[in-house]
């Protein structure tokens, strides 16, 4: 099987696209424990951060299927951001908190649950050729309870 691209990069584009073409604000919630990340510390809660990338809030904008990179203003301070894809949380509107969170294993494939062959010998019970459980016989039996 060829290698498979990451999820995640085109989720959080499509997201960031969504919100931006509504007027809305679009956040994102970076987990600041990653090597890479280059964020202001001093305003991470928890190991996590939230920033604003509405196009109004930041400056020299670059979003792909790698990073997202901009410069903002922190306590009036101007400050570059490096961000890894993989060390975005979630992505949402700050408006109405319509977004996406994003599980450990959407960036990395590697880490992807794989489909079980369907030559393979092992046989688990949960396969898709199972038959289903069979409803209980007769009618259904309600009380009112006061």
Known sequence: M???????????IAYYEWMIDNGWTPQVLVDCSHPEVDVPQQFANDGKIVLNIAPSAVANFELNHDYLSFSARFSGKSL????????IVAI???END??????????G???APQLKDSNS????????DDEPP???KGRP???VVK
Do not use: C, H, W
């Not at 060829?2 to 959080?12: I, K």
């Not at 570059?80 to 060390?87: F, L």
């Not at 010998?121 to 396969?127: A, F, H, N, T, Y």
């Open 80 to 87: 570059d951001i490096y961000i890894p894809m993989n060390s």
């Open 109 to 111: 494939v590697g880490d």
């Open 121 to 128: 010998e092992s046989d688990d019970g949960d396969g898709p």
């Open 2 to 12: 060829a290698d498979v691209s990451p999820l995640q990069p085109y989720l959080l």
């Open 141 to 143: 039996n309600l009380k």
């Open 134 to 136: 069979t409803p209980p």
């Open 98 to 107: 319509q977004g996406i969170m994003f599980s450990p294993n959407m960036y």
């Open 92 to 94: 949402y509107a700050r």
